[in-house]
């Protein structure tokens, strides 16, 4: 059965650091693109960034650029979200969500469950 499980989520105070993990089973990891989304209270769901199959292509939303770096470990079936300089406003659930294809752009196929993460002091 195909499971994406996310971790490290937590409480954080402003300008602090986290890395967010997506560990996955039951399929072949390194076929899928893979990306981190995050839904804050009350907004919609919006992307944060995506690195495809083989890694070399890394999509980032403009407000995480130069924050927020997305890793793979192919070997580890793992996907991670080091997270910098962290603002109030980065406070969302973030879900780990794995495409069909091996490239970013589009729709995601299956979900993680979510991990909370909080910054504020």
């Known amino acids: 059965q195909l499971q994406l499980v996310e971790s490290g989520g937590g409480l954080v105070q402003p300008g602090g650091s986290l890395i967010l993990s997506c560990a996955y089973s039951g399929f072949t990891f390194d076929y899928h693109a893979i990306g981190w989304l995050r839904q804050a209270p009350g907004k919609d769901r919006e992307g944060v960034s995506c690195i495809s199959s083989s890694g070399n292509s890394i999509n980032n939303a403009d407000s995480e650029k130069g924050r927020f770096t997305i890793t793979r470990d192919n070997a580890k079936n793992t996907v991670y979200l080091q997270m910098n300089s962290l603002k109030p406003e980065d406070t969302a659930i973030y879900y780990c969500?794995?495409?069909?294809?091996?490239?970013?752009?589009?729709?995601?196929?299956?979900w993680g469950q979510g991990t909370q993460v909080t910054v504020s002091s």
């Open positions: 969500a794995a495409r069909k294809s091996s490239s970013c752009g589009g729709e995601y196929d299956y």
